[in-house]
C-alpha cells in the first residue's frame, strides 16, 4: 500500500524542514514551527468527483 506519503511542506507554517517522526506510522516533526503530524489515508474519491454521501 502507501509506503510514503512524504509532505513536502509543513501544513502548518509551509516549511520544507520536515523529518519522519519516531511518533508513529506516517507521523511527521515539522523543524521550523516545531510542530508534529499524522498524515492520514482517508480514502479514495469517488469516480465522479463528488462527494456523494447521503445516509
Ligand atoms: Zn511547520
Known sequence: MS??????HCPYCGDEDLRPSEAGHGAWE?????RAFQLKFLGLL???GA?????
Open 30 to 34: 515539522c523543524h521550523g514551527c516545531r
Open 3 to 8: 509506503e510514503r506519503a512524504a509532505p513536502f
Open 51 to 55: 462527494h456523494e454521501q447521503r445516509d
Open 46 to 48: 469517488s469516480p465522479g
